[in-house]
């Protein structure tokens, strides 16, 4: 008798139907057949384990269970459930009748109880698009997969349930009452306020202009001047996530293992700060089983590197090519996945190795040999990739003890909402396209209106202050940006001056 039971496997952050066949006839051997990886395998001992805890019996008869596609590597101990269904109902004791209609997945411990899989919603949107009626899952996962529209999920806690279920037994299984409404009122990120930051109002105004357009940004200057705490600050003020946003951020976060039990969608933009040993594969992705890195786990939301210039170099340059393409594919000999890669990048990092170098008050000890060596591990080629370049000096006293509080996140966010969604409105044809930091040369051209005296202050400041010629972009999209957040439809004067004030390491005399 043959018997079909239906899995899946995810790919990329995206998933795939696997077919698992099952054949009985005479004998008392076992054969796995499809390219199952080592823990796949050791699902037979699992599987006994459980059924005979559970009262069933193992088939006595020859048993050959083939996982197609045969020639894609099926890795990982979640195949358990499906493996044990398809066991059982090649021997008659669970109906075939609903087999065809349920993609099945679940790890067992050797209890029969089922542990959470990784990547449950990109399998419940596979689901969905090749015409299943529902997903069973552990019910751990069943939040997360219960996002998804016109799909029934089965959050089972046991082998039991699922075969109850299957056998149309009343049971205590219930499909997951579907989460089709998205709520953006409680996204507000806790932490980090901007009102606790004393001081520091121009980076503060350079990193609400970075919220509104997108941009990257790079702070400068030296220890204790705030420049970790007003980035830990920022993800207070982005927007809130869109529905599409929030399911490919938690797809992601799901294949890497990262959501939380009985999570739903994560409704808060990620904010990613690896440490600086952090290694190539680490930051991009790949592995022999291949995860998401720590630049797709901040797709729609930050990715801050603190001290910079301490991260190795090849780590640093790997990210050129996301940052422009938005994407990361990772090719290895065995596989080939492209993963999302759209996030602010937000760095910080001293002048020199002491610290102190164009300090106003403390002398640096440091050789001009010794500094250029320092801001030399940062390369051009990914200095240009930030939109803003600030310089921050020390706070001073009268601020530092000032009992005065500032503006709150939650006031500045509400002028980031309006600016983005002047920017949606302008965008809305435009694939791919969210903000001004996303635009290439050609929306550039067509959406940054520049008044002609504008114009004439930007070649002015590009011949005097030495810019160089890369600036040229940058200054443009940023001076976009503010004239956004005046609600203005052209490119003023005091908007191109502004842009430029945030391009200090761009400037031929900055530090001398």
């Known amino acids: ?21 099952a054949s009985t006839s005479r004998g008392i051997r076992f054969f796995l057949v499809g390219l199952p990886d080592s823990a796949v395998k050791e699902s037979h001992e699992r599987i006994v384990s459980a059924f005979h805890v559970n009262g069933y019996k193992f088939p006595s008869s020859q048993i050959i269970i083939n996982m197609a596609p045969a020639d894609i590597r099926k890795e990982g101990a979640a ?23 349920y993609v099945i997945m679940g790890e067992m411990g050797l209890d029969g109880s089922l542990q959470p899989v990784k990547g449950a919603l990109s399998m419940a949107i596979k689901a969905r698009a090749e015409g299943f009626k529902g997903i ?7 939040p997360e997969a219960a996002v998804i529209d016109n799909l029934e999920v089965y959050g089972a806690h046991n082998l039991r349930e699922v075969v109850d279920l299957l056998n149309q037994r009343n049971g205590h299984i219930v499909p997951v009452e579907n989460i089709s409404g998205f709520d953006c009122k409680d996204q507000f990120c806790q932490g980090f306020d901007f009102q606790d930051v004393k001081g520091q109002s121009g980076v503060k105004r350079a990193l609400e ?8 940004l790079i702070m400068i200057g030296p220890p204790g001047s705030g420049k970790s705490m007003m980035a830990r600050a920022l ?18 976060h799901s294949v890497a ?10 409704t808060q933009r990620p904010f990613r700060h690896p440490h600086h040993t952090i290694s190539n594969v680490a930051l991009t ?12 786990l901040a797709h729609n939301g930050v990715l801050f590197l603190d001290e910079l210039p301490e991260f190795s170099r090849s780590a640093l340059e790997v990210l050129r090519q996301p940052l422009e393409d938005r994407t990361i594919v990772i090719s290895r000999a065995k596989y080939r996945v492209e993963y999302p890669a759209s996030f602010m990048l937000v760095a910080s990092m001293n002048p020199c190795p002491c610290g102190y170098y164009n300090h106003p008050t403390k002398e640096c000890h440091c050789s001009p040999t010794t500094i250029d060596r320092y801001l030399g591990k940062v390369s051009g080629p990914l200095m240009d990739r930030f939109d803003l370049q600030c310089e921050i000096l020390p706070v001073g006293f009268d601020d530092m003890s000032s009992e005065r509080k500032g503006e709150t996140s939650a006031e500045i966010r509400e002028r980031v909402i ?12 435009e694939k791919g396209v969210y903000c001004n930091a996303q635009m290439d040369s050609r929306l550039l051209h067509r959406y940054a209106n520049a008044e002609p005296a504008s114009i004439r202050m930007l070649g002015e400041a590009m011949n005097r202050l030495n810019l160089s010629a890369r600036a040229y972009d940058r200054i443009l999209k940023v001076a976009r940006t503010i004239a956004d957040m005046d609600n203005s439809a052209v490119i003023c004067p005091n908007h191109i001056a502004e842009a430029i004030g945030y391009r200090s390491l761009d400037r031929a005399s900055w530090g001398k």
């Open 1 to 21: 008798m043959l018997i079909k039971v239906y899995g899946a496997a995810v790919q990329g952050i995206d998933a795939y139907i696997v077919t698992i066949e």
């Open 79 to 101: 195949y358990d459930l499906p493996l044990a269904i398809v066991i059982m109902a090649s021997v008659g004791d669970i109906s075939a009748e609903l087999l065809d209609d």
């Open 257 to 266: 293992g990262f959501t939380g039990n009985g999570a739903a969608l994560i």
């Open 285 to 296: 992705g790949g592995g022999t089983n291949a995860q998401p890195g720590e630049i797709s």
């Open 209 to 216: 202009v970075a919220a509104c357009g997108g941009h990257n």
């Open 235 to 252: 993800p207070s003020i982005l927007p809130p996530l869109t529905k599409d946003e929030s399911i490919e951020t938690t797809k992601i």
């Open 418 to 429: 309006r600016a983005r969604a002047v920017q949606a409105g302008r965008f809305r044809d």
């Open 136 to 142: 069973i899952l552990p019910f751990q996962n069943a």
